[in-house]
């Protein structure tokens, strides 16, 4: 682990000391030699004072430093002492900019103290070199790093994240250079493998080309993890170099403005495509599969299957491809208010993926499943009734079954009886089979109707049913014959028995009646009581209303039995041969019978009142579903119709999202009512198809549209207030200034506002920053966002016409009339290259940037846009044809009646004729006007060249000689600088 000195100093590793003494060394000696001076060892030749003075007063030459006298030779230690005592007092006033808190003492330098020597050593260094990136070292450290980074990104085996190992490779160091001069090194050559060759070369390369001195040892830098400060000592020089290239710089953001631009819209006209496609192709498939659906299952309890399937498919299927539905519509409305707000032609997608068509394929959807339910419902009702009326079918039947096998069996019987009494009841046992008969037919007959009901709900079911009732009705026909044989055995047995006893066989005759209709009645009471609605309850209540009329008149055959037990037991008579009911049984179970009355009476009731609650439940949730539903489709329909100004668009936006309070209630109020359905255990609602999970959906959708909207109208008015920002531009703007908001304040201090000038490459002098920041922020001391646009829209002008494009790309492709991938390679990302080469027109030699270019301005051929644009080129050619007659008629000496300005007219006056002409007639004729003219390179010298360096556009030399030679390109210039 390093140590810590008393002084605050950290003792470096041995590798990073010699290292640093290496660098240290050869950045003064570049100063140095500029007096003819050299230090051959940064520890031992400073202690003199003399070298130390003369490194301080070269470095701030600019600032006109001088520390006055000195002792030139010093020779004991008291004289050293004083001589490095001036050049301290110079260097601890700025001590406390690197965090230092001690200040250097001149005997620490005599004495050869190798640690506070390169202390020392680094704050001359950041005084000179680093501070003027930024005024703090914090800031200015990552704002040179985040200028590697921009410069490096997309370079292969390139990662800048810091100032050590990010460059052992070497190749971080070869990718500046082939950003900023893809001409002097062959990128794709290097391998990472080759980290010393690799360094040797960008040394090599940047000295030769840019006088960027070799401080740095390739040897260093790879045998140790190198030293920080060493790197960025030597880095700071790159971007001395190339951080004010700025007009290759504002073609390569105009470029790739213009790439990304189009790159988006194509990027959201896919996802439109792509997710309309789907929509279209799940809608049309889940319309066939309910339209074609035949199968709807053999039971009830299939059916109720289904059925519940289809209800799960609504809640999630359905409820996702609604959301699906909403992105869409979300997704063209936000791709039609982007294209309109960029001048583009609007979209049109293909008439499949229409959003009409798309409306269309859903509304027949939502018909189809409507009817796909309906359908099911009423089978699921008539399987239902099927299924009871086959179980009362069997039951009847195996009771008739059974009666027609006991029947047959006492009609077998060839016993008459051996004595009167015997015979009477024998007799009276066959009339009462002959009563039991006729009572039997009404069961018969019953149960013919039930039969005959069943196969008229499913004919499949006719052979089973009607094979049935053919077999009783066999069974029947042979109970008549032997019925026929047993009553001519009693009639031949009546001769001789006589006298039967009447009473006992009208006992077992009306017990026999009233049994059956005890029967019966269970039967249809124990019926357990099956309903899906009020009308169902009410057909049972009318049904269970005749049997309490019909239990109510049976009450006079119990009490005849009563009477007639009574006779019989009054005559002595114990026993009766001709029935198996006794009055006490038959009291029973009519009692039973009341009992069941009133059970069932209870269950009608109950049913009847849980059939109106859910009914009413069910019409309760269904109109405050369809209010809800109703106020958000309002409220969409109203954003799908603005229009207008863009500022017009959001207020009407924003009092639009004013109603999503209420829409918000009725949606609550909806919930409500569905949590009732669930509490109630319903489950099915024929009354809406909505259900709270679209409401739910669809609301949320709504919320998220409103938002997305707004942003896009606010971030539109940002760009309208500063339309002469592009969009890329002001997001790189916005993530600058986010990112040197230190404190998150939302406003930069004069520090932080240096900080991002540096990393957007705008090169100024340290007063023109500070007259800047004051200008700009008001003199509040700290710089908004609003002010730092203002500042960005009168420092540049990016307007990005067409014309300013094409000379964009002329630009970077040197005037050819064509551009190379390696010089698009040098000014855009790699995935703006790709965009580029896979959507821009080839031509010989390379890719044709005119045509590109014309395509993303073409007007749209719709409607009165056309004859917009012919009225405006119509305007236009009057102008030009103005202009030219003003020039034809005018005769003067040579470049004044080339330019159409009349003799007299004054030098001073030169230029605003000139600038006219330029902007109303053919640029390339006004500059052949201008080539060879003397006199008008006397005037651009006068008028012109003040401007040009109070502006700071080029240097004093650079604008003399651009006065000498007039020209087009000449000309350009110094009509968009001045």
Known sequence: MAEVSESGWKVMDKGWERMQIKTFTAWCNTFLKRRGLKIGSLIDDLDSGIALINLLEVVFEKDKLSLGRYDKNPRMRIHKIANVNIALKFINQFIRDVGIKTEFGPTDIVDHNLKLILGMTWVIIHKAAIEEISEEELTAREGLLLWCKKKTAGYRDVNVRNFNTSWQSGLAFCALIHKHRPDLINYDS??????????????????????????????????????????????????KTFAGSNKTELAARRLGK???????????????????????????????????????????????????????????????????????????????????AEGSPPFVPPEHLSPEMLNYLWTSLGNAEGEYERVMRDYLKKMKRLELLLQQFDRRADKLVAWESEKQQQLNDTDTGNSLGAVQAKIKMHEAYEDEVKANESRFIKLQQLGQEIISLEPNFAESVNGRIEAIGNGWTSLSESAMRRQALLDDALIIQQNLENLRMGFAKKAEELNLWVEDAKEELEDPVIATSVLDVEQLRAAHTNLDTAH??????????????????????????????????????????????????????????????????????AQKAQAAMDSVTGINQRLDSL???????????????????????????????????????????????????????????????????????QNEISLKNASNISVDLMKEYRDTFDHFDKDKSGTLERHEFAAVLQSLDMVLPEEKITETFV????????????????????????????EEILDAFATIAGGKEYITVNELKAVLTPEQLAYCTQNMPMTEGGYDYRRFTADSFAPQIRGGTGERERERERERERERESTRALITTTTTTTTKKKLGIPLHTAETEWPSKIANVAQTTQEDWVFQCLEGSDTFSRILHHHFLKKIQRKGLVSHGRSQRLCTKPGMLLFRYLITSC
């Open 258 to 340: 213009l790439v990304s631009r189009r790159e988006a819209s194509d990027k959201l006209r896919n996802t439109y495509l792509e997710k309309a496609q789907a929509l279209h192709d799940w809608t049309n498939a889940k319309t066939g599969e309910f339209a074609s659906a035949s199968d709807f299952g053999n039971s009830s309890a299939e059916v109720q299957a289904k059925l519940d399937t289809f209800m799960a498919y609504r809640a999630n299927e359905k409820s996702v491809q609604v959301s699906n539905k909403l992105d869409v519509d979300a997704i063209y409305g936000t791709l039609q208010a982007k294209l309109n």
């Open 552 to 621: 109510k008149n049976t009450h006079t055959s119990v009490q005849q039995l009563a009477d007639l037990a009574n006779q019989l037991a009054a005559s002595g008579v114990l026993d009766n041969p001709y029935t198996r009911f006794s009055v006490d049984g038959l009291n029973e179970r009519y009692g039973q019978v009341s009992g069941l009355l009133a059970d069932r009476g209870a269950a009608l009731d109950a049913e009847m009142v849980t059939q109106q609650t859910q009914d009413a439940l069910r019409l309760d949730f």
């Open 775 to 802: 200008k700009y922020s008001g003199g509040q001391g700290s710089m908004s966002f609003e002010h730092f646009i203002t500042f960005m829209q009168d420092l540049r002008k990016d307007t990005d016409t067409p």
């Open 190 to 239: 290097l391998s990472e493998a080759n980290a010393k060759e690799n360094l040797n070369l960008a040394f090599d390369v940047a000295e030769t080309n840019f006088d960027i001195p070799k401080i740095l040892d390739a040897e260093d830098m790879i045998s140790m993890k190198p030293d920080d400060k060493s790197v960025m000592t030597y880095v700071a020089y790159y971007w």
């Open 643 to 713: 229009s207008g100004a863009v500022e017009d668009q959001l207020a009407s936006a924003d009092q639009t999202s004013l109603e999503l309070p209420k829409c918000q209630d009725l949606l609550d109020a909806a919930r409500g009512a569905d949590q009732q359905l669930v509490a109630a255990h319903v489950t099915e609602n024929r009354q809406t198809e909505l259900s709270q999970r679209d409401l739910d959906t669809a609301f949320d959708a709504l919320q998220n549209r409103i938002q997305e909207q707004r942003k896009i109208l």
